[in-house]
């Protein structure tokens, strides 16, 4: 053996700031790529939410490890927002470090990615497996492999762009992710669900097409899951490991199958778990379920779930591609059959979308109304509609209207574009006044009428202050000019979901 060995090139997985408040959120993203690097590379992942200052503590692990890759994960809004000047100070710093962007911004949009001089690489899609294939090409000197779901620029600087890659199959990945790799109990958050939550992620993709949907241009409508055994012995795993009581399943569409659910909540009732949990669903699959999974499901401490119910028009669902039997009935359905179980709908709507945004908007406030009087509990989480790259009667009416992404990512990271990618700009040109303040303005009344039940720290009294002050507006519909709500939300603050998860 040599005097001295050269220490094996490392890798740096980074997970930029992904909330405002840094919330410490499982990067589960990274954890997927660690679980098919293990045993084979040198790796370390650097949680942007844990550490004050980016910059410095990937530079500290670079002098610290020699690393010679450094991989981002990066969504659209906080994470797009710190990967673009952090990545560029630290190419500065270390020209000949290799930078490569994975994740949701990346894959739609990596042309943009490329013009900038310190992304090297992007890989589009569920990239586990195409990483690897990367990291092993540049161990062995290849800096322009053919490899599915790879995208980089060649020697003369054209891109070139090899697709999406295929989606892994959970079932041949490892059952858990390497834990060990992070902090875990720094990741243990008090939630409406419980006291110690993590989140799992037990499938990939969703077999719809809907056409406002980043999720299609990553995984074309195919769903590969784990199987409701592998579900259970993950959830009863964090149960002994970290004492979890809750679990919030990330997955796209977490109830896809009826079956694999009902054999999940049969598997963690056998094994006495006592968890609460949540998971994202469509609501024409769950209306499908049977009264007896229904029942299962509330037994086995389902307190919420994530419903796209998107508009309150059959028309404009029609115009989204919801396929299936979406419909604005069913959602009214939803709504009663799961205030019998005691279960929540969280729903999402979708607001002013071409081509007639002002008609589109008051349709959808109205019936966000008929909503609560159905059931009270609902969760509403409102957006403004903002395209995606993807082919369809919305996207094409978008851009007929004068719509256009940014071309570069100094452009992405501006004030209007952040607010955009986080799906609550009103900066778009098929939606003005006055119907934008509108929205504002309804939205300012029904979250303080009906505040979220998914902050924990608001107490009763905060509660019942929101729901006395704003009661007049919201019965009689003034929504005009919320001035004392905005002062008496700034004074009571309170998470949104949509801004700041649980």
């Known amino acids: 053996m040599p005097l001295f060995e050269l220490p094996m090139p490392h890798i740096l997985l980074y997970n930029p700031p992904s909330s405002a408040s840094r919330k410490p959120v499982l990067p589960m ?155 875990m109990p720094r990741y243990l958050r008090k939630t409406f669900m419980g006291n110690r939550t993590l989140p799992h992620h037990s499938s990939y993709g969703c077999p719809f097409f809907c056409n406002f949907c980043a999720v299609v241009n990553m995984v074309n409508g195919a769903w590969k899951a784990q199987t409701a055994e592998q579900v259970a012995n993950v959830a009863q795993h964090l149960v002994k490991t970290y004492r979890v009581d809750a679990l919030e399943f990330d997955d796209n569409n977490f109830f896809t199958a009826e079956a694999r659910v009902a054999e999940f909540c049969e598997r963690i009732i056998g094994m006495g778990l006592k968890l609460g949990w949540w998971g994202e669903a469509r609501i024409d699959t769950m209306m499908k379920y049977s009264d007896k999974t229904w029942a299962l499901m509330r037994d086995a401490g389902l307190r919420m779930v994530f419903l796209g119910a998107e508009s309150g028009s059959d028309e404009t669902l029609a115009r989204m591609n919801k396929g299936g039997t979406a419909s604005a009935e069913k959602t009214l359905e939803i709504a009663v059959k799961m205030q019998r179980y005691g279960i929540v709908p969280e729903m999402s709507f979708v607001l002013g979308n071409p081509p007639d945004p002002e008609t589109d908007a008051r349709a959808t406030m109205a019936f966000i109304r008929q909503v609560k009087r159905v059931n009270p509990a609902t969760e509403i989480i409102m957006y403004m509609y903002t395209p995606v790259p993807l082919a369809g009667e919305l996207y094409d009416q978008a851009k007929a209207e004068g719509f256009a992404f940014p071309e570069t990512l100094e452009a992405w990271i501006g004030p209007d574009w952040q607010e955009f990618s986080q799906r609550r700009s009103t900066h778009v040109p098929w939606l003005q006044d006055p119907i934008q303040r509108r929205i504002q303005n309804f939205q300012w009344v029904l979250n303080a009428y009906y505040p979220t039940m998914t902050d924990v720290t608001m107490s009763r009294f905060k509660r019942g202050a929101l729901r006395a002050i704003s009661a007049w507006r919201y019965h009689l519909g003034v929504y005009a000019l919320p001035y004392e709500l905005k002062a008496v939300q700034r004074v009571l603050a309170y998470q949104r979901p949509e801004t700041s998860g649980f």
């Not at 270390?94 to 911004?105: A, E, M, N, R, S």
């Open 29 to 183: 993203s990274l954890l997927a790529l660690g679980q098919i690097l293990e045993g084979e590379f040198d790796y370390s992942i650097v949680d942007g939410n844990l550490v004050g200052d980016g910059v410095a503590a990937l530079e500290r692990e670079i002098r610290a490890t020699g690393a010679d890759i450094l991989a981002v994960t990066v969504m659209p809004g906080p994470q797009l927002f710190d990967a673009v000047p952090t990545c560029r100070e630290i190419k500065r710093r270390f020209p000949d470090l290799t930078i490569v962007w994975g994740g949701y911004f990346p894959t739609q949009h990596f042309e943009v990615c490329l013009k900038a001089e310190y992304v090297d690489y992007v890989v589009r899609g569920h990239g586990e497996f195409s990483f690897r294939a990367l990291v092993r090409a540049l161990r062995a000197g290849d800096r322009a492999p053919h490899v599915p779901g790879l995208a980089y620029r060649d020697s003369l600087g054209a891109i070139t762009d090899l697709g999406t890659a295929p989606i892994p199959h959970p079932r041949e990945l490892p059952d858990l992710f390497p834990y060990h790799k992070v902090e």
